[in-house]
């Protein structure tokens, strides 16, 4: 089992960055890919970007490219997510995802989730 607690979410206005956090902790010797992905109110949950166990490899979903980025510490079990230039269509609860295989914009393909953070963006 691995548990995932994700931090860092807030309000702030159109324009300004945020970075969160998520902390795992249980069986993190496993090399999960990790995935981030945030559902609006009425949605479905949808991918924001992903990353490798050996951080070498990531991904995004378009409408956050040369925004956000994502990077993990694995000696501190920990993934971000620095998020700029924030857009109030950004506003969500974002989750953290574990998943035993390679990164994948896909749900189904992760395991452990966390209990998400809320982001609200105003403009």
């Known amino acids: 089992q691995v548990r995932l607690v994700e931090s860092g979410g807030g309000s702030v206005q159109a324009g300004d960055s945020l970075r969160l956090s998520c902390a795992a902790s249980?069986?993190?010797?496993?090399?999960?890919?990790m995935g981030w992905f945030r559902q609006a109110p009425g949605k479905e949950r949808a991918f924001v970007a992903t990353i490798s166990w050996s951080g070498g490899d990531t991904a995004y979903t378009d409408s956050v490219k040369g925004r956000f980025t994502v990077s993990r510490d694995n000696a501190k079990n920990l993934v971000y997510l620095q998020m700029d230039s924030l857009k109030p269509e950004d506003t969500a609860v974002y989750y953290c995802?574990?998943?035993?295989?390679?990164?994948?914009?896909?749900?189904?393909?992760?395991?452990?989730w966390g209990q998400g953070t809320q982001v609200t963006v105003s403009s």
């Open positions: 249980g069986r993190t010797a496993t090399r999960y890919a």
């Open positions: 995802a574990a998943s035993v295989g390679v990164p994948s914009s896909h749900r189904e393909r992760y395991t452990y």
